[in-house]
């Protein structure tokens, strides 16, 4: 039996659980259509999201088409919670991207469309709520050609649409118009028919449907249905297309095992399940497993017990292997994103990472302690939780995509934890990049290095994007692997907080010098040199080096779409300006004024929150993540929380104070370059 795992993807709102619960329904594995609206769909299942009618995390539901297995996705759609589509898209054979038949192509949809195209995903195109007043096909068919992709092809064409009659009634062997558009568009990647095409040859259906099913698997053209989650108009066709278009999962079950963590959730007792999706190979109950982390560090685990998704449930199993998904138990330490088995390189961000970040303050000072475990676990489950504590002030900070977000983690921390907690006001995150290069050296017999190390560092700026590289400029093997490992990872570590507090990135760090005193010949020494002394002195020649090399504080700006009634931009575009938002283009859309440009994030919410009164409670506001430019104006700081290494005497005090050592300069040290 072949499996597919299918992603469902798509703008807020757009139907995807309630298309998810209608192929389930149709595939038997459901007797009765769940809704959304009633909080009963069997993807929406945390009380959070049945009582907001929106998906917060991604679930998985398994169905049967003939003898194909298919592991069903349901994504959120909202971009607060990208982070969950994130992590799915590396498990996905394939997927099906929901747009509304009456909104047609929203932000998010862009966004989706761009990345499942950048990773080769094959895709289908599902147009649905063609039962709702306003839906048009052929507008959203043009839509998806102008916006999406032009490898887009009409399946069939739409019948009394906009009332609950709506149909969607699928082209065939017969339709000459529909055979001559699928021939000129499969033959821009087939020469064969492209002759057939410019000869006037005769095609047969066959061989165009055979063609079609190649160039969906490579991800070159997109063919598109339509119908009703809530009618089950379309559905079948769907479903079809599904177990015809879509390719299998690949990967040999005999060979060494390898796969990868999408989900983490908690079971009862409070133990953590890991939701993986097998590459290659199998995994057994009890057998011990390599499990390799986001940063290439690896722990052994033993898997305890498995569950493997399989014809509407997922099912006691002794073993998971390729292509399957199931969950597995007893690997204690499991993050979102780790490797098991055979350790592949996650693969980098999609998306952009979240660009605001707040404060959270426990109702009753007591609770500290238990909102950060609590904020911790929860970290743990979404990876894009990035918790940064600050320890002076004994307090903890999320990093945010956005204000429902933040409405989430304070419900669950409240419903599932019982900690009350607010929100200081929502702040940017901005970033730091070196501006030129700074050069550092602490040596260990100079008198003013209290640790038993040397370190040279030179800081490099390296180009937008390329995030921290750590070079060695040393001899190989002067310096043993445990002090080596203990300076990389305290370079990341400290580049966390820049010259003004913010992550420092796009640069290149070179080791240049250093040097340690050995242990005696036979045994240990309490003068020899230890990790910690690499990881104390770190942090101090970094900072030293990067203030040399000085850095640019930059500021994330979003993209926005705003639609709004053509008689408000008279009041909208004087508040565009107040906020700073540019706006370069303005059209006209059926009565719509529809302005897009630039605006820095930590505008969009006070553009979001006066929106209704400038345009009657009708403007529209679509915002996303585009780029880091520098701020303009007084740079932006954020408070500390390491133990300063900015300032000298400062650290050493602090850190050299507490190890108890003045001078350690000792003439047994080895100085190597
Ligand atoms: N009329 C009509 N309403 C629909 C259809 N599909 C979904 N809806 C309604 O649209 C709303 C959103 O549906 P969901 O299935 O929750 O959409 P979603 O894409 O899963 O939303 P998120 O997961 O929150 O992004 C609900 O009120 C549904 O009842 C449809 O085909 N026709
Ligand atoms: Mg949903």
């Not at 493997?308 to 199993?317: A, K, L």
């Not at 030129?436 to 490099?460: C, H, K, Q, S």
């Not at 190890?659 to 080895?670: F, I, Y």
């Amino acid at each position: 039996m072949s499996t597919l795992n299918l992603g469902i993807l798509a703008h807020v709102d757009a139907g995807k659980t309630s298309l998810t619960e209608r192929l389930l329904f149709s595939a038997g594995v459901i007797d009765e259509v769940g809704s959304v609206d009633k909080g009963s769909t069997q993807t929406d299942t945390l009380a959070l999201e049945r009582q907001r009618g929106i998906t917060i995390k991604s679930a998985v539901a398994s169905f049967r088409i003939g003898d194909r297995a298919v592991n069903l996705i349901d994504t959120p759609g909202h971009p607060d919670f990208i982070a969950e589509v994130e992590r799915v898209l590396s498990v996905l054979d394939g997927a099906v991207l929901v747009v509304s038949a009456v909104e047609g192509v929203q932000a998010q949809t862009r966004i989706l469309m761009r990345t499942l195209q950048r990773l080769r995903i094959p895709t289908l195109i599902f147009v649905n709520k063609a039962d709702r007043g306003g839906a048009d096909f052929d507008r959203v068919i043009s839509q998806l050609a102008a916006k999406l992709s032009p490898a887009v092809i009409a399946m069939g064409t739409a019948s009394a649409q906009g009332t609950p009659a709506a149909r969607f009634i699928q082209y065939g062997p017969n339709d000459a118009k529909f055979r001559a558009e699928m021939a000129e568009l499969l033959a821009e990647h087939d020469d064969q028919l492209l002759n057939a095409v410019v000869d006037d040859t005769p095609v047969s259906y066959r061989r165009l449907r055979r063609q079609l099913t190649r160039q969906v698997a490579s991800a070159l053209v997109h063919p598109v249905y339509s119908g009703s989650a809530i009618t089950g108009a379309g559905t079948a066709e769907l479903m079809s297309a599904i177990a015809e278009l879509l390719p299998a999962s690949s990967g040999d079950p005999a060979g060494p095992a390898s796969g990868t963590v999408f989900k983490v959730e908690r079971g009862p007792a409070g133990e953590k399940i890991a939701y993986v999706r097998m590459f290659a190979g199998t995994i057994r109950t009890r057998e011990r497993l390599t499990v390799g982390t986001g940063t290439g560090t690896a722990i052994e685990a033993k898997v305890t017990g498995i569950r493997v998704f399989e014809d509407g449930s997922d099912e006691p199993r002794s073993s998971i292997a390729a292509g399957q998904i199931g969950r597995l138990w007893g690997i204690g330490q499991v993050r979102i994103g780790d490797w098991l088995g055979d350790y592949r390189r996650a693969p980098d961000g999609h998306f952009a990472p979240p660009t605001l970040e707040t404060l959270v303050i426990p109702d009753h000072p007591a609770n500290r302690g238990r909102l950060h475990a609590a904020l911790t676990q929860l970290a743990e489950q979404d990876p894009l939780i990035n918790l940064r504590q600050d320890e002076e002030r004994q307090e903890t900070l999320v990093s945010l995509y956005g204000e429902v977000q933040k409405e989430v983690i304070q419900e669950t921390l409240a419903t599932e934890f019982g900690i009350g907690v607010s929100f200081s006001e929502t702040t940017t995150i901005c970033i730091e990049r070196p501006v030129g290069t700074g050069r550092a050296i602490e040596r260990m017999d100079d008198g003013r290095n209290p640790f038993r190390a040397t370190i040279g560092l030179r800081v490099d700026p390296a180009p937008a994007g390329s995030g921290v590289t750590f070079r060695l400029e040393i001899e190989l093997g002067s310096l043993t692997l445990a002090f080596l490992k203990a300076i990389e990872a305290t370079v990341h570590e400290s580049l966390r907080q820049g010259l003004n507090g913010w992550q420092v990135t796009d640069c290149v760090v070179t080791l240049t010098d250093s040097g340690f005193v050995p242990p005696p010949p036979y045994g240990w020494s309490k003068w020899s040199s230890s990790a910690a002394d690499f990881r104390n002195l770190t942090p101090l020649v970094l900072m030293t080096a990067l203030q040399q090399a000085r850095t640019t504080v930059l500021e994330p700006v979003h993209s926005f779409r705003l639609e709004i009634p053509a008689d408000a931009l008279g009041s909208v575009a004087p508040a565009l300006a107040r906020i700073g938002a540019v706006p370069a283009a303005q059209s006209v859309q059926d009565a719509a004024s529809v302005l897009e440009g630039l605006i820095p994030a930590a505008r969009v919410h006070e553009l979001q929150l006066q929106l209704p009164g400038l345009t009657g409670g009708e403007g529209v506001l679509e915002a996303a993540f585009d780029h880091y430019e520098p701020v303009a104006g007084p740079l932006p700081s954020r408070p500390r929380s390491d133990k300063n290494p900015l300032n000298r005497q400062e650290y050493l005090l602090r850190v050299a104070g507490r190890a108890g050592r003045q001078s350690s300069a000792s003439s047994a040290g080895q100085d190597l370059r």
